[in-house]
């Protein structure tokens, strides 16, 4: 089994920057792509970037050109470097990591990104 657990969230003001991390544990060996996703209240999770492990990145329309999404595979830690924030990023952000055995997907507890003046 693998754990996940976030950390970086926090309060930013509109243009302002925030870098979240992913800390596995566990059977990491398990772990192939790795991917942020968000939850805004009322809406449904998007996916906002995802890593596979030999680094191959995709993005959002939504974030593409503000975030970057990085991974070490060595200290089996993800994460994200969000840019030019704006409120439309505020959300509770997860961590995800997709698994080559059941259950295959696990997540984090979530970490809450707010974006306000």
């Known amino acids: 089994q693998v754990q996940l657990v976030e950390s970086g969230g926090g309060l930013v003001q509109p243009g302002g920057s925030l870098r979240l991390s992913c800390a596995a544990f566990?059977?990491?060996?398990?772990?192939?792509?790795m991917a942020w996703y968000r939850q805004a209240p009322g809406k449904q999770r998007e996916m906002v970037a995802a890593?596979?492990?030999?680094?191959?990145?995709g993005y959002a329309d939504s974030v593409k050109g503000r975030f970057t999404i990085s991974r070490d595979n060595g200290k089996n830690t993800m994460y994200l470097q969000m840019n030019n924030l704006t409120p439309e990023d505020t959300a509770v952000y997860y961590c995800?990591?997709?698994?080559?055995?059941?259950?295959?997907?696990?997540w984090g507890q979530g970490t809450q990104v707010t974006v306000s003046s």
């Open positions: 995800n990591a997709r698994k080559i055995v059941a259950p295959y997907d696990e």
């Open positions: 566990g059977a990491t060996y398990t772990i192939s792509t």
């Open positions: 890593i596979t492990t030999s680094g191959g990145t």
